[in-house]
Structures are given as structure tokens and as C-alpha cells.
């Protein structure tokens, strides 16, 4: 067993900044405990086709200026590439892979399990995001269905889906980045909950992404469940999204009723047969691992709502807008992992 004075869960952008900051305010021994086998946190997943000119911008890690980058390079590789040398720069305690699976209460401080022995630490950072927690919604059928269904966190590219009957659903980001490049060589047939809602105007992260930050934590500190991202900033016109419009990808439908096992009930009673469903249905916190904690409310939100002193931080948003990088440099949505 051994012990530090904070041990931080994730080494994504989040748990990699808390790392920084610790050691830049001379924390006397920390330790930074990583699930993923080499450096980038959720980055090392994203499907092949997620380029640094379709990634919606990434904040500068502190103090570390991004370098320059190819506009075609896969995001796959450019920012676990970024994420290394910045890990390298500072010289961070780093221990990968170590997956960690419950954090409990020790006295003062807490006790934590992974699958390479125990830690004791005074706090702890948890900065582990979504990306391993990916959201299925129960929906009646769904079992049934013979055809293929996979999530998000499951794609590759679209040329599986060539010449098939893909139903996508979802209203986010990556539901419409998807669909465009899916739509190219299948037939596709979109479906949401709600009508989608676009942004007008662009998206800058000094107004708008200090905005949202500020609706999320006024969200956390209550201890209301977060919603999505696209529920904070609303859909913004993407090149991808101008695409599919003109090509007439777009056509929402409301969510279908029932899966069946060769499609799909829609909601106006008629049938509609699909080979695939890709549910890009978004993610939720990874904080399973933090259950005996006893974080969560009856709203499953974190908390009472009420102030407290807690060494215990789990983070999903950066706190502090800046530069996000992409191939002009230009403003636009900040992406979470």
C-alpha cells in the first residue's frame, strides 16, 4: 500500500492539467493513475475519419502552446501525440495501465483500489470523463433486433456501412458527423427526440464557452444532473452538417416506437426495415469507481446542493476558456472527451 497526498483519476486533458497544477503549487507527492496503456486519454478511441479539420477545437493544455498541426492527420493520433510530449515536458508521476476500481473513505482521507494494488491519499481528483461510460437507451425491442447495433464509441468509419439501411439516432455532434459520412454509400433514416435546435452565429469560446462553462457548474454545485453538450451550446453548423443539408441528409423523424427484428416501428405506426442501428446517444460520467463514496442524489446529480469541504473534485469541463487549436487556429466548441 502506498501513500500520497492526491492521487488524480485520468490522465485525459482534464486529469493532465490537474497534474500540472499540483505540481506547479509544489503539492508535496501526487500520483496520477491512468486506465489507458499509452498517453490521450479518450483520443486514442475516436473513429478514423475524426481529423483534426472535423474536431470541433482543443484547448492548449497549460503552459504548453499546441504545435502546428496537419489538417488531415487523424485526431487519433495527432493529440495522444500532443498529450505525450506535454506528459514528457513536465515530467509528471504517471502510472499506466492502472485502472482504478472503487475509492472509499479511510478516516480523513480515502482508500483507493485499483488492479495494481492500494493507494491512501488525503484527496483525490477524479478526472476519468465519459468516454468508457457510454449511454444505451432502454428502448422496447431493442433485444429483438437482428440485425447489427453498436454506440459511437463503436464506430470506425462509414465504409462498413456501405449499401446498407443505417438508422442513426441522436441529435448531437457526433450523431451528425456520422450520418453525414455514413449517408455517402448507405441509405440512412435519422431520428431524435426533440427537434434538433441549431445555433445561429459562431461559437466563441470567450462569450458562449464561458457561458456554458458556467450553466454546467451552476448544474454541478446544485446537484442537478448534467444533460448533454448540445443541450449547453445547441448544434452548431459544422461543414459536415452544412453537407448533409444540401444533400438532404437531414430529415429528422421522430423517435421510432419499438424495434422489431428486421427494423423498426415508426412513430406514425407505418414499418421501416434497417440493417444497422448506430445509437450515437451520447456518454455519461465514468464514476462508478466513486459509488461507495455515496456522491450521488436522489437526482442523481452529485451532492446535496448544499457548500461543503470536500477533497474530492471530479471534473468534465475545463474551468478556464483559451486558445483552442485546429487547422486555422479558429474559434469553435470545445471538445470533450
Not at 9 to 18: P, Y
Not at 284 to 299: C, I, Q, S, V
Request: glycine share 10%; aromatic share 8%.
Amino acid at each position: 500500500m502506498r501513500r500520497v497526498s492526491v492521487v488524480v483519476i485520468g490522465a485525459g486533458q482534464a486529469g493532465l492539467s490537474a497534474a500540472y497544477h499540483l505540481k506547479r503549487r509544489g503539492t508535496h507527492s501526487f500520483v496520477v493513475l491512468d486506465a489507458e496503456p499509452a498517453p490521450g486519454g479518450a483520443w486514442r478511441h475516436r473513429w478514423e475519419s475524426l481529423t483534426m479539420t472535423t474536431v470541433n477545437g482543443i484547448f492548449d493544455l497549460p503552459g504548453f502552446p499546441s504545435p502546428p498541426i496537419d489538417a488531415d492527420e487523424p485526431s487519433r493520433v495527432a493529440v495522444p501525440r500532443y498529450f505525450a510530449a506535454f506528459e514528457e515536458a513536465n515530467d509528471l508521476p504517471i502510472q499506466r495501465p492502472v485502472r482504478v476500481s472503487e475509492v472509499r473513505r479511510n478516516g480523513a482521507g480515502y482508500w483507493i483500489g485499483t488492479d495494481h494494488g492500494t493507494w491512501l491519499a488525503d484527496g483525490i481528483i477524479n478526472a476519468t470523463g465519459t468516454w468508457t461510460n457510454p449511454t444505451l437507451p432502454p428502448h422496447p425491442g431493442r433485444e429483438t433486433f437482428t440485425g447489427r447495433q453498436l454506440h459511437t464509441s463503436d464506430y470506425v468509419s462509414a465504409a462498413e456501412f456501405s449499401g446498407q439501411r443505417v438508422a442513426v439516432v441522436g441529435g448531437g455532434i457526433s450523431a451528425l458527423e456520422q450520418l453525414e459520412e455514413i449517408s455517402r454509400d448507405a441509405a440512412t433514416f435519422w431520428y431524435t427526440r426533440r427537434e434538433p435546435v441549431f445555433r445561429e452565429g459562431a461559437f466563441e469560446p470567450e462569450e458562449a464557452g464561458r457561458e456554458t462553462i458556467a450553466k454546467v457548474v451552476a448544474d454541478v454545485e446544485a446537484g442537478r444532473p448534467t444533460g448533454s453538450v448540445v443541450s449547453y451550446t445547441g448544434l452548431i453548423w459544422t461543414p459536415y452538417a452544412l453537407a448533409a443539408r444540401e444533400r438532404g441528409v437531414l430529415r429528422r423523424r421522430p423517435m421510432f416506437t419499438a424495434i422489431e427484428p428486421t427494423g423498426v416501428r415508426e412513430a406514425d405506426g407505418s414499418f421501416t426495415p434497417v440493417d444497422v442501428i448506430l445509437w450515437a446517444t451520447g456518454f455519461r460520467p465514468a464514476l462508478k469507481h466513486l459509488e461507495p463514496l455515496g456522491l450521488r442524489n436522489d437526482r442523481a446529480g452529485s451532492g446535496s446542493g448544499e457548500p461543503r469541504s470536500n477533497p474530492v473534485c471530479t471534473s468534465s469541463v475545463s474551468a478556464r476558456p483559451s486558445r483552442p487549436w485546429g487547422p486555422t487556429g479558429r474559434a469553435g466548441p470545445r471538445s470533450v472527451p
